[in-house]
């Protein structure tokens, strides 16, 4: 018997696949291809001078030898992740709680929120570096004299602060999504049962949101491992290297020094990959305990 081929289901796929064949191959050169060629490049010593040159795992062992790495950018990073993480998305679901109330102006108050989210980094960058200055509005309206991104115990905390303000928006909105899919049957069955706003909060609207939690705080933290932009615009990754992040030191190895070293960059992406696949794997775990002990 030979096989029956649908041939409508089969043109419904082939037109499917050229609809998205423009997404499919920028998504093949600029991110697989680009990904196979960085794992490639960082077992060759490369300088963009001359081909390159096999290496194996030297540009590994001069990574976790790097003492900008070591004790700059590694710290800085985790110290980044740790802080603006927890607090951005707390932020940002108690935005999104307050918005999912019957408020007056709601949309406005939404617009208001989200609109830091849709504004370039950069330009954002530019304000910040402009309100912070040593006669920016900030030190006037506080009377401080502070040279806040001059000084190496404050340059890092006013690039938090700018991450935060500019991420709660488009995270508010991923949690107002979630909190507006809760059916308020539930709601209605647990007043009925005599639970209170804070019973009613912690032990059916966070575990109803628990997978959206979990998507922000996964968004939250690849994010955060990867800031760049604001770091570059706002500091260049100093003053004394006190902001200098991993994404900002394989930046500086494969363009800025001297003595490019493009391998050793590469080593450093691929060893941030591994630790942001290992910190989501583990919030995961952590996230679906706490949901299974819960549940128990």
Do not use: H
């Not at 050169?29 to 300088?47: E, H, K, M, P, Q």
């Not at 590469?266 to 060893?271: D, F, G, H, P, T």
């Amino acid at each position: 018997m030979g096989i029956k081929v649908d041939r409508k289901k089969v043109f419904e796929a082939i037109d499917g696949y050229l609809f998205i064949s423009p997404w499919l191959i920028l998504f093949t050169i600029f991110s697989v291809v680009s990904l196979i060629y960085a794992v490639y490049l960082s077992f060759t010593n490369y300088n963009l001078l001359k081909p390159p040159q096999f290496w194996g795992l030297e540009g590994y062992q001069r990574v976790l030898e790097d003492e900008l790495f070591i004790k700059k950018a590694l710290p800085n990073t985790f110290k980044y992740v740790l802080i603006v993480v927890p607090i951005q998305t707390f932020l940002s679901l108690v935005l999104a709680f307050a918005m999912d109330q019957k408020l007056r102006f709601q949309r406005l108050f939404r617009t208001v929120f989200y609109l830091p989210s849709v504004t370039s980094s950069v330009v954002i960058s530019l304000i910040f570096i402009w309100l912070f200055a040593p006669q920016g509005i900030f030190n006037q309206i506080t009377g401080l004299a502070v040279n806040w991104l001059d000084d190496p115990r404050t340059a890092f905390y006013v690039i938090m602060g700018m991450n935060i303000f500019t991420t709660s928006g488009t995270l508010m909105l991923i949690f107002l999504a979630g909190l507006q899919d809760i059916s308020p049957t539930i709601y209605e069955a647990a007043q009925i049962d005599g639970a209170n706003g804070i019973q009613t909060f912690f032990r059916i609207t966070i575990p109803m949101l628990r997978p959206v939690i979990f998507f922000v705080v996964t968004v939250g933290v690849i994010g955060c491992f990867q800031v760049f932009d604001q770091i570059f615009v706002m500091t260049a990754g100093g003053p004394l290297n006190s902001t200098t992040t991993i994404t900002y030191l394989i930046y500086k190895w494969a363009f800025r020094d001297t003595t490019i070293k493009m391998g050793q960059a590469s080593a450093l992406a691929v060893i941030l990959t591994l630790i942001i696949l290992g910190v989501t794997l583990l919030q995961r775990r952590v996230i679906e305990g706490s949901g299974a002990s819960a549940e128990r």
